[in-house]
């Protein structure tokens, strides 16, 4: 199995059973950020907006994959949406692994979602903060949920992308460094390691 970042909420999961990206960016909504062109069995988007839902950008295989994909819904915000509207997060369930893209969560999660998601093996969750859960909302989510791996996503990176929002060392802060996996580079050969952070760390 294999993770590939391509920045802000973009990421490519290859597994045995298909690939899928979720949330592809348009560019001029993210400055200094250009979506490469990226080729998969399938995408998810989690909500409308213009930085997540550029399906478009996703040249399809054709392929049908047989992973397992079920979905949570939740809101983009604290208030049920009445900022900024629905959200979904996505499981992914292949090669004995589930793996969950939580979109653009604005909120701690119900005791029904959680017991929706069940359990998970590796959290993508936002941690940027203004528009969805800062990193200690973040955190919470993810001790209740207690995945093996949680990659941080949806935070500043210098002067590409969201510019309001924190940066990855916020979250980072709240675990000892030895929980935290920093990968030279935007791909992640997912294996057996004693690390609970898994952070990119672009070039």
């Not at 995945?147 to 996503?153: A, E, L, N």
Request: aromatic letters at 8%; a negative charge.
């Amino acid at each position: 199995m294999k993770l590939t970042w391509y920045g802000h909420a973009c990421f490519k999961l290859e597994t045995a059973e298909g690939s899928v990206v979720f949330d592809p960016y348009e560019s001029n909504y993210l400055p200094n950020l250009t979506l490469p062109e990226i080729c998969a069995d399938a995408v998810v988007c989690s909500h409308g907006h213009g930085d997540h839902s550029a399906a478009g950008l996703v040249t399809l295989t054709g392929n049908t994959p047989t992973f397992r994909m079920t979905q949570v819904a939740c809101f983009h915000d604290e208030v049920m949406g009445l900022k900024r509207g629905k959200n979904l997060i996505t499981v992914i369930e292949a090669e004995g692994l589930r793996v969950a893209h939580f979109g653009d969560l604005g909120h701690e999660l119900s005791r029904a979602q959680l017991r929706e998601l069940g359990s998970i093996d590796i959290a993508l969750m936002p941690v940027g903060g203004v528009y969805t859960v800062d990193a200690r909302t973040a955190k919470m989510v993810c001790e209740k949920l207690l995945p093996s791996f949680i990659v941080p996503m949806h935070y500043k990176t210098g002067n590409a992308g969201l510019q309001n929002v924190a940066e990855v060392d916020d979250f980072l802060s709240l675990y000892h460094e030895s929980k935290v996996l920093r990968l030279e580079g935007s791909t992640w050969n997912i294996g057996k390691t004693p690390r609970s952070v898994v952070v990119f760390e672009l070039c």
